[in-house]
């Protein structure tokens, strides 16, 4: 019918980047599964999927109360040792009775909500990503579902909670559906994006994948144009602007990827939002943007350091 | 140049899910508590001679249901010695075959039940099987369930429904409220609420309940339980006579070269009916454990590709005689 899922991104909580080893422990949420790391072409590790129970009412653009009962998977995730992310995402399928059935009759189909009664799939869609969709009473809320994992990540023992620099979370609110391929990113307030898309061929976690890596991609371009915005290029001295934006330097321009962890099929989609509006583009210009500041603090430096020695 | 196809792999990114043998059935011949061993080897036969028909019964039923008639059955037996360790392996467990033999019953594969909680040997390394399934546990959500808070849990209890609120009075907050009923969540009409203590602790050691650790056990009857991806405590022929000490046993022992595999894609266990109350909080623990995505799909082919109907829910998998 439609799946649905919310990223949400941050920085993690550590002073510097966190090894493999530690990511393994950091995201090893459950007893008996592995932690499944790539090293290439960045160092990605994801923990094992994790369910959660829900019965209630599901987003709707026209207000009606429709009941959905199953499960939400959730995930952690982190990035280059200092990216964290929670991710969870439900399938929705039409429930061949308008009865609860046995919990176990929802635990045989994990990451799928039933949906009770009469319920089209645009007015769930609309409900969930639209502007201005109502907010329903006791609505499914992924919003703290996603937050909870990704607060189990940044509050581990095993972390010292001394970011480099402070940076909220951003939440990607997603829709997927199957049909003619076509996305749509949409920027609403300061953290919150939305994704409406549809892929050809049936639902993967693969689209979950793509979801999640656009995420990461929008926090790390929404962070350096903060960090750039915070430095004052212009307005404040030379040497205080390089201050400012060295930690952009040690923690967050190496990891710049994107598509790295896309399926071979999802990739059009990067490609597309890659000439409009180009998220690359502003990436490489925020970066030069940066570099150019730190060169000219060093030129000054050098030139300032050959005056006092000529003397 | 023609474009090349370039494929890149990482093990370490990679999923890797064992699968397992399996039978049709796997039949419980019995279930051995120190009380029963107290009561002497008369207890044991009669046991036996209850589960004999039932055994014939089963395997006639599913050489029917099976293409071909090649019907699949093995029969296990399960040892307490976890709750109370008494007697030896050398003592007890010929005993036990001699019993069975008495009714024409060859016991497969015996196991003890200290391995679902957990288990450690050179072969196996470590496997906490309890913790494994307690991680596994998704809670059977109350209506208006809408994941904004964490589900309301007891540490320690499972139950199928919302607990009744609490009625006892805090002192500065005077009048009581009335009584209000626990209910089910998937009544029909009426509750049948049930509340299972999965475990209980004193100081830092727990002990696991016996509910629990039964519901672990199907569920590695099942072979639906995998650790790091592997099959845990893959049945072993045991090496030389029976130890002397329970420690020396393997967790589950093939004791019959020709069995068929301890797994099976359904269970059957053949049980006194004052395990009634045990097997209901089995079944709902079992309700809410969500086996791994990609087994329950492993297992869904493999019965399909032998043209056997399996039942989804997994709970619908265990099937009893009481008698």
């Not at chain 1, 990891?255 to 409009?276: C, K, N």
């Not at chain 2, 998704?138 to 849990?153: A, I, L, N, Q, Y």
């Not at chain 2, 602790?201 to 072979?223: D, N, Y």
Request: contains cysteine; glycine residues 6%.
């Amino acid at each position: 019918m439609l799946v649905m899922g919310e990223v949400h991104t941050g920085l993690l909580q550590n002073s510097g980047e966190i090894s493999e080893p530690a990511c393994r422990q950091v995201l090893g949420l459950m007893t008996g599964e592995t932690v499944r790391v790539s090293r290439r072409p960045i160092v990605h590790a994801l923990s094992p999927d994790r369910l959660t129970g829900v019965d209630c009412v599901l987003p709707a653009a026209s207000g009606s109360r429709i009941r959905g009962v199953g499960t939400v998977v959730s995930r952690c995730a982190v990035t280059g040792g200092r990216v964290a992310q929670g991710s969870s995402y439900v399938r929705l399928a039409r429930s061949e009775t308008d009865r609860r059935l046995p919990w176990s009759h929802y635990l045989a189909r994990p990451g799928v909500i039933e949906v009770l009664g009469k319920a089209r799939a645009a007015d769930i869609a609309e409900g969930f990503v639209g502007e201005g969709a109502p907010r329903l009473h006791g609505c499914l809320d992924l919003t703290a579902v996603t937050g909870r994992f990704l607060d189990l990540v940044q509050t581990s023992p095993l972390l010292n909670r001394r970011a480099p620099f402070r940076m909220p979370r951003t939440i990607l609110r997603w829709v997927a559906e199957t049909g003619e391929p076509s996305i749509a990113f949409t920027l609403h307030t300061e953290q919150e994006r939305t994704l409406r898309l549809t892929h050809p061929g049936p639902f993967t976690p693969a689209v979950v994948d793509l979801c999640e890596d656009l995420a990461v991609h929008d926090w790390l371009l929404t962070s350096l144009l903060v960090v750039v915005e915070r430095a004052r290029v212009g307005a404040t001295p030379a040497a205080e602007v390089a201050a400012r934006l060295s930690p952009a330097v040690d923690h967050l321009l190496h990891l710049w990827m994107p598509a790295a962890r896309v399926e071979e099929r999802l990739t059009p989609f990067w490609e597309s939002l890659e000439r409009r509006p180009g998220f690359s583009r502003q990436w490489r210009s925020l970066v030069d943007r940066v570099r150019d500041q730190l060169a000219v603090h060093t030129l000054a430096l050098l030139s300032a350091n050959a005056e006092t020695g000529g003397r | 140049m023609t474009p090349v196809h370039a494929t890149f792999g990482e093990v370490a990114a990679e999923r890797r899910i064992a699968s397992v043998p399996l039978s049709h059935v796997s039949v419980e011949l019995g279930h051995l508590y120190m009380e029963d061993f107290e009561a002497g080897p008369a207890r044991l036969r009669e046991q036996f001679r209850r589960v004999a028909p039932w055994l014939a019964t089963i395997r006639s039923v599913w050489r029917e249901r099976v293409p071909g008639g090649r019907a699949r059955v093995s029969t296990c037996f399960l040892v307490d010695d976890y709750f109370s360790r008494f007697s030896t392996p050398a003592e007890l467990v010929p005993m036990i075959l001699e019993a069975a033999a008495e009714h024409d019953l060859t016991i497969d594969y015996l196991a003890r039940e200290s391995a679902c909680a957990q288990f450690e040997d050179g072969r196996s390394g470590a496997v906490e099987l309890a913790r494994l399934v307690e991680d596994r546990l998704v809670d059977d959500p109350p209506p208006e369930t809408d994941g904004s808070r964490p589900p309301v849990k007891e540490t320690g209890w499972l139950c199928n429904g919302s607990r009744s609120p609490l009625t006892t009075p805090l002192q500065a907050m005077g009048k009581a409220r009335p009584w209000e009923p626990p209910t089910q969540n998937a009544k029909r009409g009426h509750s049948i609420f049930v509340d299972v203590e999965l475990w209980d602790e004193r100081g830092a050691r727990r002990t696991w309940s016996c509910p629990f650790l039964a519901a672990v056990w199907q569920l590695l009857r099942l072979g639906l339980l995998r650790a790091e991806g592997r099959v845990p405590l893959p049945p072993v022929p045991l090496e030389g006579d029976w130890p002397g000490d329970w420690d020396r046993l393997p967790a589950v022992v093939r004791i019959n070269p020709q069995a068929a595999p301890f797994s099976a894609y359904t269970t059957l266990s053949v049980l006194s009916p004052r395990f009634l109350p045990v097997e209901l909080a089995v079944r709902t623990i079992l309700g809410q454990v969500a086996v791994d995505d990609e087994v329950l799909r492993q297992v869904a082919a493999r019965s399909e590709s032998e043209r056997v109907r399996l039942e989804e829910e997994l709970v619908d998998r265990v099937s009893y005689v009481f008698t």
